[in-house]
């Protein structure tokens, strides 16, 4: 009765493979988990990632060998509710974050979830890169009311401190999904944000930023707005943190871009401040990665295809379609869990002119089991 | 949903409908419109309003509708009681659709109906597995209802389950209606039994009349009725079914090496299932449940040729070769399937007798008993070598030959003849690959395994096997896949047209493969992919074998790189900060300008979208779309494409204004009239038309490496490791469905479902007595937990309520909310006596673990009191249940409430208590649900309606002859209560003097026996004193005197008031008989004078 284990091995893609394994409901095995490394077994961060899993999930069953280089993961169901988490200082909240939203959906109770840790970090997608492109990206699939993220404090590495609140609704299941127009680019905004150091930072990676677009914006539409900055002015958050964590640990400052096209797809970049770098640099460096990732096409940023290409696989029986430009190695590799977990291939076809990938896939027909009738 | 366009109606041009009309319609003229418009606009509100309402009534909720635009054939189920006529009618439509007379009925038969339709017809026996079966799969039901009998249990045992499981179409059929000799009785009967059946299904639900039976057959002009009525029927989408592939098979092979059956007759079979796919998309790998058998992963699943096709080109009726039959399982046109041989009779011709003559004929006819082929005869030949040694046998050295040796050996050739007889097609190659004999199946078989098992080891012969011929791409995708078994005996079919697949394919082959392929991710992102067209066609020219050499030179080349990815775990992409540089410079900005909305088309650049152009909906937005054409315009050199080009776009002009122009004014008010729904609709079949269309150019492959396996294809089913009952103990008579789990589905878990127990059960269900459930595909037995929520907890029952839904926690495999399941008690043939269903109800819940909770008191007594405090006996055993349990609130019957303080048993109240009271706790306690959870494996006994699961406890204590044992703590007796005895009050002293109030309970004192002294003392007046009291004396005498006289004077009064009017009563009494008296007497005159004026008359006649 029980179904298969699935077996992986590498500590590598742990997180997409425990969240396909909890919304499939088949358990999985990772070992070899930094096996050969001199300091072996889960670091960490897995671990704690390990613990938020088990909060936001009832009866899930984690056994982890003794040196900790294998995880057996029974999924159970998925509850949500009110949950805190705190993240560390090793990944920022982002790696907490982003595979809770492809979760939250299909809870029992609505997700309240609040992390506390690094916000914005070069590692792992930032906390306003997930606001302002992740999210708006759930809309597609009918996920809208009462979806919300809100930064409550900012935290840089190395010592975090930052606040985040994110909030999903329940679905019973969603809906296809056919993107495939990439519209023409018809505006930049992002949002800049700088903790323990001059407010004035931010508005000079702003400005640096924006002089790489001048060439496009000449004329009319585009423009870079300044969202936040400042965040050490900002007044201090929910009072029950108060005591214990101080806002703002670090100095650190970061800068994001989300260019949106004519068909509002979300395309994205990030930077987050080296040691010793000046905002310029940074600015710089961001517009430039999002030319880039622009050059690359797509209805969606690289770093947001995995979230898109799942929800296409959990929605119903039918066609569901997008282009995207380069796929990531990561990506890819979400792909293959997704054939190994839900048994479905994406058609990937390549559209010679626009030099993109149309994929298409048949949905599983997946309904939320956990969401309860009255 | 597509809108087929209707033939229009033609009203008559003449005749007495046509006069009708007119006449009609010059009824209307003559009314006065104003008298039938509404006269106030309240009433005008309220009727636009009430029309609203009904047309929002008529609704309902769109459901997508997945059947494919060649539908598998429907299920048509017959069912009811015994003895109703059930194989009589399905013989009669088998006989009206195709003109054959069924001998027995065994397992589905499909028939093609009409051009496109197609109906596999089952019968249902009255085992409570089979029923529970058939509702789930069937489309339409037959209920077939004994008219002379009337209902019976069965008939409504079967709707029941129907109505929990989505409740498909049925019609009622009454049989037996020649037995009634009387009409009058026979008119009643039909009424009463129509108005019955109204009421179980809907009112106006279509119930057939079938008189007699000629010829074995119902009469032929009720069959035709009846035929057109399955013919038209529509069928709504059932949710389950629409969320689940099932498949019910037609035919079931056992493919198992007979020689392991053989070495272990009790070895795991393999077995192929053959039928029509239904529901939704069967996946290669997915897991199924088979009722009554159990869950299996498919081994494989291969597309056949449709046993039964619709025809092609058909005209207004089929014709006679259209009229197809398939029912493998029952002995139609004279071939038996029987396993795994296939029979062909051939009646009159050929028949064996007893009485056989010569030597050379007995020969023969001994040679016609063999059970087995001279081949196989030959295989099982053993020899032993030497005397003591293992005989070998012919079979052993022929496996090893398998994988060597093509398929065709003489005896295959022998059976092939055989098998070519059972569907007489054309085209014997794709059934020569498809439906392989016996041992051709079993060559495969052990092929498929081995490389299976040696897939990962020698990858080289399975290389050398595909790449013998042209597929040296695609065929390595697949077996990766793991879904090959077909492919790799097909290979052979039609090189042509796969060669020509391939390179159409090619291209996308090589995306998919490089992506799901066996490179790391790592390599293959890296591998610039997409970064120019020209590479990629590079690597089409090359082929795998260059991108296999690849392979390892890449991995050292970025090794570096992909090192310190690896170590990360993130959704952002690493990047070069060099390759940034680029960006300085002025023609990299210009070469993505037109990726923005400033920029144009002009330039032809790898990185332009047209997706204007080949984007469907354009909706997103025209004026961009006209800035854009004006700037192709400017690109145009040649003059006369220039003006074609503006042709061109002033026509697209016009066919966007009007479709504006359309959208604002022409459907305007059909569209505020159910704007929502058909905005929904027109979703739903823009969604189903978008399905359709994606995968038309697609190989099949891809198609079904994509979308799996569409509804309505005839497939084959392999399974692996079956139990043998299942092959042992097969009966056709009892349907075999394959129902595809959803991924969430394999789990167990607990499931909480509202339940009520139906009404014509007997007796309420017993709390933790087992029950079996259908739900989802399954039947299962499980323990519930009965429950009721009030709004805080969860509280155990100890049974059902009467007539009230409660919760009933189970223990199973997982079901997505809202699925319907019915429950009954015993599935065996035993207890038939009362109505068989016991409960019904719907999922509500699913989680791992669920709170149910049952009332726990603990009772105790006072041993000592003091002020709000005493000590508190009986309650506990030991310290340590006390020192748990400290803190906890408890109560005193008197309601005083107190809490438990301390280890020893020492309670605070908020008053004292007595010694009288009783103290108790009251407490929630867990009740854990059991987790027991026992399929139902009806289809692996010898007599499927023998299932026997976990009994009740009823039955185990009736088996083993146990009374029920009842606590006499527990049974009801009369109490006795003394009455109570209260001291009296005892207020100290001190206590009273301290009480503010006025009334103390000093001022309560008893009366006394004696009178007191104030009471017997003598009082004397004072002299003033006595004179009021005199004077007040003789006033009172006075007062009485006067008032005696006055009464005695009063009654006086009355007498003479009564003479006198006694007298004036007389008189009128007097009056008044005088003259009645002389109104009698006129009365008396009066008659005489007419009795005497008639007799005159008399007398004249008389004289006359």
Redesign the interface.
């Known amino acids: 009765?029980?179904?298969?284990i699935l077996k992986f091995s590498?500590?590598?893609?742990?997180?997409q493979r425990l969240i396909l394994a909890i919304l499939?409901?088949?358990p999985v095995k990772i070992d070899k988990v930094r096996s050969n490394d001199s300091d072996p077994g889960l670091k960490d961060f897995e671990a704690s990632f390990l613990r938020l899993l088990d909060k936001v999930t009832?009866?899930s069953i984690i056994e982890i060998n003794y040196s900790g280089t294998s995880v057996l993961f029974k999924p159970?169901?998925i509850?949500g509710g009110t949950i805190s988490h705190d993240c560390g200082t090793a990944r920022a909240i982002g790696?907490f974050l982003?595979p809770m939203i492809a979760l939250a959906p299909f809870s029992?109770d609505p997700f309240n979830l609040i992390f506390f840790g690094i916000t914005n970090d070069n590692?792992?997608?930032s906390v306003d890169i997930i606001r302002t492109a992740v999210m708006l990206q759930l809309k597609r699939f009918g996920i809208e009311e009462g979806l919300e993220l809100k930064i409550s404090k900012r935290g840089s590495p190395p010592l975090g401190g930052g606040e985040v609140n994110f909030k999903c609704p329940v679905v019973k299941s969603l809906k296809?999904m056919?993107f495939?127009?990439?519209?023409?680019?018809?505006r930049i905004r992002g949002i800049a944000c700088c903790t323990r150091v001059s407010p004035q930072n931010a508005n000079r990676m702003i400005d640096a930023a924006r002089s790489?677009y001048e060439?496009?914006?000449?004329?009319?539409?585009?423009h870079l707005t300044c969202g936040t900055r400042g965040f050490d002015i900002v007044k201090p958050m929910s009072p029950t943190w108060k005591s214990n964590h101080i806002c703002n640990r670090s100095p650190g400052f970061a800068l994001s871009l989300v260019a949106e096209s004519?068909?509002s797809a979300l395309i994205t970049a990030e930077q987050a401040a080296n040691p010793g770098e000046t905002p310029e640099d940074l600015g710089k460096?961001t517009?430039?990665?999002l030319?880039?990732e622009?050059?690359k096409?797509g209805c969606i940023g690289?770093?947001?295809q995995?979230l898109m290409l799942l929800l296409m696989v959990l929605s119903?029986?039918?066609?569901s379609?997008i282009r995207l430009?380069?796929?990531?190695?990561?990506?890819?590799?979400y792909?293959?869990d997704i054939?190994d977990?839900?048994?479905?291939?994406?058609?990937?076809?390549?559209d010679?002119?626009?030099?993109?990938?149309l994929l298409?896939?048949?949905g599983?027909?997946?309904?939320n089991?956990?969401?309860?009738?009255? | 949903m597509d809108t087929k366009e209707h033939k229009a109606h033609r009203p008559r041009q003449s005749g007495a409908k046509k006069d009708k009309k007119i006449q009609k319609q010059q009824k209307i003229k003559e009314k006065n419109p104003k008298a039938f418009a509404p006269v106030s606009g309240r009433k005008a509100e309220k009727l636009a309003r009430r029309k609203q309402e009904l047309i929002q009534k008529k609704l309902h909720v769109p459901l997508?509708d997945?059947t494919p635009v060649e539908p598998p054939p429907i299920i048509v189920s017959v069912v009811g009681p015994p003895q109703t006529g059930k194989s009589t009618l399905i013989k009669s439509l088998v006989k009206r659709y195709t003109k054959h007379n069924l001998t027995e009925i065994k397992g589905p038969i499909t028939v093609v109906s009409g051009k496109k339709r197609r109906i596999t017809f089952i019968e249902c026996t009255n085992d409570m597995n089979s029923m529970i079966d058939i509702a789930k799969i069937t489309d339409l039901v037959l209920l077939l209802i004994d008219a002379s009998f009337g209902f019976e249990m069965e008939t409504f045992e079967f709707l029941n389950i129907l109505q929990v499981h989505g409740f498909p179409k049925v019609m009622g059929v009454l049989t037996h209606l020649d037995k009634f000799k009387n009409n009058k009785t026979l008119k009643s009967t039909k009424k009463r039994l129509k108005h019955r059946f109204w009421t179980e299904i809907y009112q106006g639900a279509k119930l057939f009349y079938l008189s007699g039976i000629i010829n074995g057959r119902y009469p032929n002009q009720e069959i035709q009725n009846l035929s057109r009525f399955i013919s038209v029927m529509k069928f709504r989408p059932l949710i389950w079914r629409n969320?689940h592939p099932y498949l019910v098979a037609d035919r079931v092979e056992d493919l198992t090496d007979p020689e392991e059956v053989r070495q272990n007759p009790v070895c795991d079979r393999t077995v192929t299932l053959y039928g029509y796919l239904r529901g939704?998309?069967m996946?290669?790998?997915?897991?199924v449940h088979i009722p009554g058998a159990g869950?299996q992963?498919l081994a494989d699943i291969s597309i056949l040729p449709d046993p039964c096709p619709l025809p092609y080109k058909a005209r207004k009726s089929l014709s006679e070769k259209q009229k197809l039959i398939y029912a493998p399982m029952s002995d139609v046109g004279g071939i038996m399937y029987d396993k795994d041989a296939v029979y062909i009779n051939i009646p009159g011709s050929f028949t064996k007798t007893d009485d056989n003559g010569g030597p050379g004929e007995k020969m023969v006819i001994s040679l016609q008993d063999a059970s087995d082929t001279l081949a196989s005869k030959l295989q099982e030949a053993s020899l032993s070598i030497f005397a003591n040694s293992v005989p070998l046998k012919a079979s052993d050295l022929n496996e090893e030959l398998y994988d060597v040796s093509s398929e065709s050996t003489d005896n295959n050739k022998l059976q092939r003849n055989r098998r070519r007889a059972m569907f007489n097609d054309e085209n014997d190659e794709n059934y020569m690959n498809n439906e392989l004999n016996e041992s051709d199946r079993r060559a495969a078989l052990t092929k498929y395994e081995v490389r299976n098992s040696e897939g990962n080891v020698n990858k080289e012969i399975t290389f050398v096997e595909s790449d013998g011929d042209i597929s040296s791409e695609s065929d390595e995708g697949s077996e990766d896949?793991g879904s090959d078994l077909d492919g790799a005996l097909r290979w052979k079919s039609n090189l042509t047209n796969k060669a020509e697949n391939m390179f159409m394919a090619n291209?996308?082959v090589n995306?998919?493969q490089l992506?799901?392929g066996e490179r790391?991710?790592?390599e293959?992102?890296?591998n610039s992919?997409?970064?120019?067209?020209q590479d990629?066609m590079n690597k089409d020219d090359e082929g795998p074998l260059k991108s296999e050499e690849d392979f390892f030179r890449l991995a050292n080349n970025d090794a570096g790189d992909i090192k310190i990815?690896?170590?990360?775990?993130?959704?952002?992409?690493c990047?070069n900060?060099e390759?940034?540089d680029g960006?300085d410079d002025?023609r990299m900005?210009?070469?993505?300008?037109?990726?923005?909305?400033?920029?144009s088309l002009e330039d032809e650049n790898?990185?332009?979208?047209?997706?204007s152009s080949d984007?469907e909906d354009d909706e997103?937005?025209s004026d961009?779309e006209d800035l854009e054409t004006d700037e192709v315009i400017k690109a145009m050199q040649s003059e006369e494409a220039k003006k074609e080009l503006e042709q061109e776009i002033l026509t697209q002009k016009r066919i966007l204004l009007k479709k504006k122009f359309d959208a604002e004014y022409d459907n305007n008010d059909d569209e505020t009239k159910v704007e929502f729904y058909d905005e929904l609709k027109e979703g739903i079949s823009k969604?189903?038309q978008?399905?359709r269309e994606?995968?038309d150019d697609?190989d099949p492959h891809?198609r079904v490496?994509?979308?799996?396996f569409r509804p309505g294809t005839y497939v084959r089913i392999l399974l692996k490791g079956m139990p043998c009952e299942f092959v042992k103990y097969f009966d056709p008579v009892y349907p075999v469905i394959v129902g595809g789990l959803?991924?969430?589905e394999?789990?167990?878990?607990f499931i909480q479902v509202r339940i009520k127990r139906h009404r014509w059960h007997k007796k309420i269900l017993k709390n933790k007595d087992p029950l079996i459930f259908s739900l989802g595909w399954r039947r299962f037995q499980s323990i519930p937990i009965y429950s009721l929520n009030d709004n805080t907890r969860n509280r155990m029952l100890k049974y059902t309520p009467e007539h009230m839904h409660c919760i009933a926690t189970i223990y199973g495999?997982?079901h997505?909310?809202?699925t319907g399941l019915c429950a009954v008690q015993s599935v065996s043939r035993d207890n038939i006596a009362g109505f068989r269903i016991s409960a019904t109800g719907?999922?509500?819940?699913?989680?791992?673990?669920f709170e149910i909770v049952k009332k726990l008191k603990l009772v105790g007594t006072p041993y000592k009191i003091f002020k709000n405090t005493a000590f508190i006996k009986d309650m506990f055993t030991s310290a340590l249940e006390v020192a748990k349990f400290e803190g906890a609130a408890i109560r005193t019957v008197s309601g005083i409430r107190g809490q438990k303080s301390e280890g020893h048993f020492r309670a605070t109240f908020e008053d004292k208590i007595l010694m009288s009271d009783i103290v108790f706790l009251r407490a929630w306690y867990p009740v854990m649900p059991k987790k027991f959870?026992n399929p139902v494996t009806s289809l692996l006994l010898s007599t499927k309606t023998k299932w026997q699961g976990m009994r009740l406890t009823g039955e185990i204590r009736k088996d083993l002859n146990i009374k029920t044992p009842i606590n006499p703590e527990s049974r009801y007796r009369k109490i006795e209560r003394a009455s109570r005895r209260f001291n009296p009050l005892h207020i100290s002293k001190s206590l009273q003097a301290g009480l503010p109030f006025a009334s103390k309970p000093k001022l309560f004192k008893k009366k006394r026996s004696k009178p007191t002294y104030m009471q017997k003392r003598a009082v004397v007046l004072e002299p003033r004193e006595k004179k009021v009291y005199t004077l007040m004396q003789q006033i009172q005498t006075l007062k009485k005197e006067k008032d005696k006289k006055r009464k005695v004077k009063q009654s006086e009064r009355r007498e003479v008031h009564a003479k006198k009017s006694a007298k004036q009563e007389a008189l009128l009494a007097e009056k008044e008989r005088r003259e009645r008296k002389e109104y009698f007497r006129k009365e008396g005159l009066a008659q005489k004078r007419v009795n005497n004026s008639s007799d005159e008359h008399k007398s004249k006649k008389a004289k006359i």
């Open positions: 009765m029980a179904s298969k590498g500590h590598n893609y742990f997180r499939s409901g088949k009832n009866g159970g169901v509850t790696y982003e029992k590692v792992d997608t296809p056919q495939t127009d990439e519209g023409r680019i018809k790489d060439i496009y914006y000449r004329q009319i539409m585009t004519t068909t460096r517009a430039k990665l030319l880039s622009i050059r096409g690289s770093s947001n995995w119903p029986e039918d066609v379609k430009g380069q796929l990531t190695a990561f990506t890819i590799q792909l293959r054939r977990f839900f048994d479905v291939t994406f058609k990937i076809k390549q010679p002119e626009s030099n993109t990938l298409t896939s048949v599983v027909g997946y309904i089991y956990n969401k309860k009738t009255t | 997508v997945r969320t939704t998309n996946k290669p790998n997915m897991k869950d992963y896949s291209r996308r995306i998919m992506i799901y790391t991710p790592d293959v992102a890296y992919l997409l970064n120019s067209a990629t990815l690896k170590a990360i775990d993130s959704s952002k992409s990047f900060i390759s940034l960006w002025e900005l210009e070469s993505i300008r037109n990726r923005f909305i400033t920029g790898p990185n332009e979208l047209n997706n984007n997103v937005c961009f969604q189903l978008l399905n994606e995968f697609d891809t490496m994509v979308e799996g959803l991924t969430t394999e789990n167990l878990g495999p997982i997505p909310p809202n719907t999922v509500l819940d699913i989680n791992h673990s959870y």
